[in-house]
T-cell receptor
Framework: NAGVTQTPKFRILKIGQSMTLQCTQDMNHNYMYWYRQDPGMGLKLIYYSVGAGITDKGEVPNGYNVSRSTTEDFPLRLELAAPSQTSVYFC???????????FGPGTRLLVL | DQQVKQNSPSLSVQEGRISILNCDYTNSMFDYFLWYKKYPAEGPTFLISISSIKDKNEDGRFTVFLNKSAKHLSLHIVPSQPGDSAVYFCAANGGGSNYKLTFGKGTLLTVNP
């Protein structure tokens, strides 16, 4: 039982490049989330999903896209990377929304 | 507009003493509160939670107190250990959306040997 896994661990992007951050959970959780954490700040919700095929915007969705074709996977897409997207990205999952969220180890992204 | 506030960016305590981390919230609809702990280069991990129907929840060395009238909660760690050194995030759930957590900015706790 690996929990929530994220790849890559670290990535450097040039401005305007695109990439997909991968997130997979093996706990059969319906709810999945993407957060970003900037230095000295809390976690801000980017997108979330309450089940396969269902996604919705969080607090800071601009510049990102998501999809949820399976229960296990919840990839986050950056289409045109900007320096403001330099951050640490965390994926999380939970079984019923009100329960504890389990976090992945994070992806550190640097946009230059 | 910060709905969950952790006004102390950092806290330093001596090993064996009590650590008290504070959290305030503004949304009176929040009815479930959680504390997460985060080590560098790792994801946050759940520590302890409390429902608004309670005013205290205890788990070993960790106790969370909730004062609903003051919209304030606190995490007490007794006794503090060097391994407790981490960033602690307060989070709240409810307020019309049971799917999402609202996080504070975190407090860096340093426990000195």
């Amino acid at each position: 039982n690996a929990g929530v896994t994220q790849t890559p661990k670290f990535r450097i992007l040039k401005i305007g490049q695109s990439m997909t951050l991968q997130c997979t959970q093996d706990m059969n959780h319906n709810y999945m989330y993407w957060y970003r954490q900037d230095p000295g700040m809390g976690l801000k919700l980017i997108y979330y999903s309450v089940g396969a095929g269902i996604t919705d915007k969080g607090e800071v969705p601009n510049g990102y896209n998501v999809s949820r074709s399976t229960t296990e996977d919840f990839p986050l897409r950056l289409e045109l990377a900007a320096p403001s997207q330099t951050s640490v990205y965390f994926c999380a999952s939970t079984s019923s929304g009100r329960e504890t969220q389990y976090f992945g180890p994070g992806t550190r992204l640097l946009v230059l | 507009d910060q709905q969950v506030k952790q006004n102390s960016p950092s806290l330093s305590v001596q090993e064996g003493r009590i650590s008290i981390l504070n959290c305030d919230y503004t949304n009176s609809m929040f009815d479930y509160f959680l504390w997460y702990k985060k080590y560098p280069a790792e994801g946050p991990t759940f520590l302890i939670s409390i429902s608004s129907i309670k005013d205290k929840n205890e788990d070993g060395r960790f106790t969370v107190f909730l004062n609903k009238s003051a919209k304030h909660l606190s995490l007490h760690i007794v006794p503090s250990q060097p391994g407790d050194s981490a960033v602690y995030f307060c989070a709240a759930n409810g307020g019309g959306s049971n799917y999402k957590l609202t996080f504070g900015k975190g407090t860096l706790l340093t426990v000195n040997p």
